[in-house]
């Protein structure tokens, strides 16, 4: 059974950064594209950025220029930098695959950006 972790969000100022990790149990780290989404208040879940298994990565929106996706297929595990960060990144985050797997979503990490 695969499951999902994860961490770092907190509260952090307008203009901040904070570094956002996705732990994976099972096997499916080398297999899968992983992506980081996020669900603000009253929106849909969306993807932020992706990272296939060879390493391209691709960012939707504003993340461009100030997320930066990687992975470490050694510890199954992916991240987010965050730089930047303004009010509207407010969202819960969450990785999973991409396109992503119903069974796969984890509680996701709250991050607030407020002064």
């Known amino acids: 059974q695969v499951q999902l972790v994860e961490s770092g969000g907190g509260l952090v100022q307008p203009g901040g950064s904070l570094r956002l990790s996705c732990a994976a149990s099972?096997?499916?780290?080398?297999?899968?594209?992983m992506a980081w989404y996020r669900q603000a208040p009253g929106k849909q879940r969306a993807v932020v950025a992706f990272?296939?298994?060879?390493?391209?990565?691709n960012y939707f929106d504003s993340a461009k220029g100030r997320f930066t996706i990687s992975r470490d297929n050694a510890r199954n595990t992916v991240y987010l930098q965050m730089n930047s960060l303004k009010p509207e990144d407010t969202a819960v985050y969450y990785c999973?695959?991409?396109?992503?797997?119903?069974?796969?979503w984890g509680q996701g990490t709250q991050v607030t950006v407020s002064s």
């Open positions: 999973n695959t991409l396109p992503y797997q119903r069974d796969y």
């Open positions: 990272v296939t298994t060879g390493g391209r990565t």
């Open positions: 099972g096997s499916i780290f080398s297999i899968y594209t």
